[in-house]
Structures are given as structure tokens and as C-alpha cells.
């Protein structure tokens, strides 16, 4: 978690980080893994950063006990947010554009959990099978 990152760039409080920086072959795979990939040969440099977003809970609008407690006792966890960079600008996963899995405004530019989760469904293996796979050479 951080929010500032190396003093040079600031995230939004609440955001997570985690940027995957490869060799083209990795970045070309990862687009195509989520069909996002434009059949052109990722440039030199090229990156992909995936950022993790949850939003801030709205400060209470009374301070007494009576109004803070119904709050408390029956919230709901905060859902999550993913957006996908690559070389800086967002990507619209085709699964996230569907209804109820993007935040609304974004057209599939920032993704639900759930959507993003559907997204690597198909390509998302277990540790077991990770390795069992290393265990094999693959």
C-alpha cells in the first residue's frame, strides 16, 4: 500500500499499486489474456500497471451514538475496484463493460472485483496446478 510513491508520485488515499513491468512477450500475453490485445507487437518500454481501488467511507453525518451504531453493525464491506494501465493509459476490458460489472462512468475502464475476476477466469490457475506445472517443466 502506499501513497506516495518514491516521493514522485501520488496516489489517491485508498488506492492500491501494483504495476507489472515486463518483456514484451509478458505484456503481449497479459493483453491478450483479458482481450485487450490489438494484434500489435507491444513498443520497447512497454508496461502494464494494475491498481486496486476501494473507496473512503463517507464521514458520518451525527455524532451520536444512537445514529453512528445502526451504521456500524450492519455495513457492508466496501466493494473494490480494478483499473488496468497500459503505458499510462486505461484499458475497457470487454468482461468489465458488462452491466453491474464496472464502476458507472467508465465504460469497463474501472472494473468490479467480481467483473475482473470473471475477466481472469479463464486464464487463472490454482496453486496446485502452478506447481504441479513446475514440477512438470511447463
Given at each position: 500500500?502506499?501513497?506516495?510513491?518514491?516521493?514522485?508520485?501520488?496516489?489517491?488515499?485508498?488506492?492500491?499499486?501494483?504495476?507489472?513491468?515486463?518483456?514484451?512477450?509478458?505484456?503481449?500475453?497479459?493483453?491478450?489474456?483479458?482481450?485487450?490485445?490489438?494484434?500489435?507487437?507491444?513498443?520497447?518500454?512497454?508496461?502494464?500497471?494494475?491498481?486496486?481501488?476501494?473507496?473512503?467511507?463517507?464521514?458520518?453525518?451525527?455524532?451520536?451514538?444512537?445514529?453512528?451504531?445502526?451504521?456500524?453493525?450492519?455495513?457492508?464491506?466496501?466493494?473494490?475496484?480494478?483499473?488496468?494501465?497500459?503505458?499510462?493509459?486505461?484499458?475497457?476490458?470487454?468482461?468489465?463493460?458488462?452491466?453491474?460489472n464496472h464502476l458507472e462512468g467508465t465504460d469497463g475502464e474501472v472494473c468490479t472485483w467480481e467483473g475482473f475476476r470473471e475477466a481472469v477466469a479463464k486464464v487463472a490457475i490454482t496453486?496446485?496446478?502452478?506447481?504441479?506445472?513446475?514440477?512438470?517443466?511447463?
Amino acid at each position: 500500500r502506499s501513497s506516495d510513491l518514491c516521493g514522485r508520485h501520488r496516489l489517491p488515499e485508498g488506492a492500491f499499486f501494483l504495476a507489472l513491468l515486463a518483456v514484451p512477450c509478458s505484456v503481449k500475453a497479459t493483453r491478450n489474456a483479458l482481450s485487450v490485445f490489438d494484434s500489435r507487437w507491444p513498443p520497447f518500454t512497454s508496461h502494464i500497471a494494475f491498481e486496486l481501488f476501494r473507496p473512503t467511507p463517507s464521514p458520518a453525518t451525527s455524532t451520536t451514538l444512537s445514529s453512528f451504531l445502526p451504521s456500524v453493525l450492519h455495513s457492508t464491506p466496501s466493494p473494490y475496484y480494478i483499473r488496468m494501465k497500459y503505458n499510462g493509459k486505461p484499458v475497457s476490458i470487454p468482461t468489465c463493460r458488462k452491466p453491474g460489472n464496472h464502476l458507472e462512468g467508465t465504460d469497463g475502464e474501472v472494473c468490479t472485483w467480481e467483473g475482473f475476476r470473471e475477466a481472469v477466469a479463464k486464464v487463472a490457475i490454482t496453486a496446485k496446478e502452478w506447481e504441479k506445472g513446475c514440477a512438470q517443466g511447463i
